[in-house]
């Protein structure tokens, strides 16, 4: 949110704290769906959503997602690639960054923590080749995951 006021962009939290009942502020349309509308409309450039866009909701206007804190959970990050693979009038596809966060520590590590290390490596690098395999840039994509690999070491 940090870079997006730099920016001057417009935007919005979508978290678990804006209210979902209807209300009388909104319109009758609870903060949810009024910032989802703002969105859809163009009045907001960027939703900022945490933890909330996993399940059961929509953003079907969305062109572009940075997701910053995936899943090793299938379900989950099937679920927020979904939010932004919605059809829409106009939009004939979507870019997804997904990013991986991998330790970094000194060739001298304790082998057991290097193996920890290791398996959620691999479960990163599980999720962004399934993501790279139905991509439009399928080529691209496994490629970049595979010089990620070997920079890391050839984890798998």
């Given amino acids: ?5 730099n920016r001057s962009a417009t935007y919005r939290r979508f978290t678990g704290r804006e209210g979902t009942k209807p ?5 009758g349309i609870s903060e949810r769906e009024k910032i989802l509308q703002s969105f859809a409309n163009g009045d907001t450039e960027y939703l900022v959503a945490m ?6 909701v929509d953003v079907p206007s969305a062109e572009t997602g940075i997701i910053l804190a995936s899943s090793a959970n ?8 979904g939010r932004l693979l919605r059809r829409s009038p106009g ?16 060739k001298r590590v304790q082998p057991a923590l290097a193996e920890a ?12 080749e399934e993501f790279a395999a139905t991509a439009l840039n399928s080529a691209a994509a496994t490629a970049s995951v595979v ?9 798998r």
């Fill in 23 to 27: 209300v009388k502020e909104f319109g």
């Fill in 74 to 81: 299938r379900r989950e990050f099937v679920q927020r690639r």
């Fill in 147 to 155: 010089s990620k690999m070997t920079v890391l070491g050839g984890v």
């Fill in 1 to 5: 949110m940090e870079i997006l006021n």
């Fill in 117 to 128: 290390a290791a398996r959620v490596i691999r479960k990163e690098l599980d999720r962004v």
């Fill in 91 to 106: 939009k004939s596809k979507a870019k997804i960054y997904d990013f991986i966060v991998a330790p970094s520590f000194s």
């Fill in 51 to 56: 933890k909330c866009l996993d399940e059961g």
